[in-house]
Each structure stands twice: as C-alpha cells, then as structure tokens.
C-alpha cells in the first residue's frame, strides 16, 4: 500500500511515518511539498503520486491564535481538507483525517463517542468541524480519527513545558477542571495504522487509556513525579488562568468503538507517559555525553 502523509514534519506527522514505514511505501510531504490550501497543487500532486491513501496530518494546531486568525485556521483546517476531499474523491483515494476533542463543547458528563452531537467553543474547534464535515459530504471511503491532548518526540507540548517550568520555578500551578485524556503520538500512529487497516469507515476516537479522564493537574503530577523533579505542582481554575481560547472543561472521547470494530487496544496514559519520559531522558543523556 502507498500511503502520502501530509504535515510530515509535524509532531504527529514524523512518528506515523515511522510507524508505517515498516511495511508500507510512505510518501511524506511536508509543508513545501504540498500545501494543501492550493487546491490546484493538491489535485496535481496526489495525481501524479497515486497513493493508495491519504493520510493527513496537516493542520492549523495553534488554538490561542485561532481565535485571532480565524480566517488562516480555516483555510488550512477546514479549505485544506476540502481540497483533499474532492481529490481523493474524484481519483477514488481514500483519506484518513486527523480531528480533535475540541469538535465538543464539553457539557458531556461521560465520555463522547464518535455518535454524539458535535459544537465547538473555540475558533480551532469550528474550524476543524468544518474540516470533518467536508469530508462527511464529499466522501464514502474515509477516516476520521479524533484524538486529544497529543504530546510527542517532534513537538512543543505540555510535557516540555512542564519539564522546563520545573527547571525555573519551586511550584506549577496548573488547572484541574479541565479533564480530557492525553495521547502519546505513537500510540495515535498505531491506531491509525489499525484503523486503515480495518476498511471501517468513518468516524473513530483514539486516544491514550483513562479510565473517564484526567485534568491537567494529575497529568502534571505525573509528569514531574516520572521526571524526578522536586517542585510543588498547585491545583488552580480555569478562571485562575485565563486563555484567549476557550476549552471544553470535558472533552473525553470513548474509545469503545474503535477498540471493538478495528482490535486497536490504547496502551494505559501512565504507561505511554512514561516510555515517552524515559526517550527524552535517553536523548539527554545521549546529547549531554
Ligand atoms: N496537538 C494536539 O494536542 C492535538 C490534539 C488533538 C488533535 N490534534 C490534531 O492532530 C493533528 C496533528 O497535530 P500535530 O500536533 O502533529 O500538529 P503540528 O505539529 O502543528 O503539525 C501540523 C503540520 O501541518 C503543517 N501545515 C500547516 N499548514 C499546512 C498547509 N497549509 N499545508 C500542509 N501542511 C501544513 C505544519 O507545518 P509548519 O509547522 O511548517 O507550519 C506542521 O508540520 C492535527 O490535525 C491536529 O488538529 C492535535
């Protein structure tokens, strides 16, 4: 099978392909490869290379600035995947898409499944919706896959920002009325490699296992607990800390569905986080020797 990744550099994008290059021919395109807001450039692109499938890692990811770039988030989350759409459809291409937790608007009080009702609260949120609703009406043959929270090797996150708070400051405050369910980019590049495998279309949840969700408080005890850190890690509001976006305060998605109809099992978060802590420690020492 010839998979074509698009946003092949970003966080996501970097460990899919290594996890599907054992096995399939992968193109990856980065950005300057292909920029998926051209659509003249995207159909001539994915002509020319004739994958099997697409799998599209591309995206706007910045949620703060969204809601002042609104207009860029939307060519790229939801335009971008629209372009991708019609050609896919057109050259009978199936298109695997990544989305969010952040399509809910966290009035939930258990988990969401890929049946519930969509309504985002923030301009990334609306703008990737509108990304998963092209597809929904260009496409029979399709993918979407939501996910939440995802930290990995390639990218900024939480993770890193907790590890370096920690080397400047004796306490964290961090939120604890945010709950979602945080995701390893490995674990996501090993479902996605399940989920294109099953021929189940549609929509799928993946993330890592907790059981009904964490906040952000737990994640970071966690974190700085795996880290060795000695610094205090305080529980706040949301209101304590005020962001330009808002967040669903429960965006935990079920997995049930996925893990029944395609034998994708999601590793435990404490297990995943602490593999994923223990190669940033690897490469430290290995940079620091
Ligand atoms: N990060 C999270 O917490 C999170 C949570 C839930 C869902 N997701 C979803 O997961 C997916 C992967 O996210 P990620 O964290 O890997 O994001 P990321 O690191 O920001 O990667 C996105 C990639 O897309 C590229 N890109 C931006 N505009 C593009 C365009 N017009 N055409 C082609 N490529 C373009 C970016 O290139 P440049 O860097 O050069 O701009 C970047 O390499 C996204 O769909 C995101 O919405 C992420």
Redo the contacts with the bound molecule.
Sequence with gaps: MRVLV????????KDLIAVLEDGYEVIPL??EG????DREATHYTIFSLRPDIVV??????NVDMAEDEKETAF???GL?VQNLAITCNELKIRLC??????VFDGTSTRPYTPLDNTSAVNAYGET?LAGERYIQWLMHEFYII???????E??N?FIRTMLRLSGERDEIKVVSDQKGSP?W?VTLSEGIRKVIESEVFGIHHITDRTAGGINWHEFATEIIRLSGASVKVIPISTDEYPTRAKRPSYSVLDTFHTEVSTGFSPPDWKTSLEKFIHTLKNQSDVSSS
């Design positions: 698009t946003g092949a550099n970003g966080m996501l994008g980065d950005l292909l920029d998926i807001t599209n890692c591309a995206a706007y990811t060519r790229v989350n971008g898409h990544i989305s969010t937790d952040y990737k939501r996910t939440s929270w995802l930290y990995g390639h990218g996150n995701t980019t």
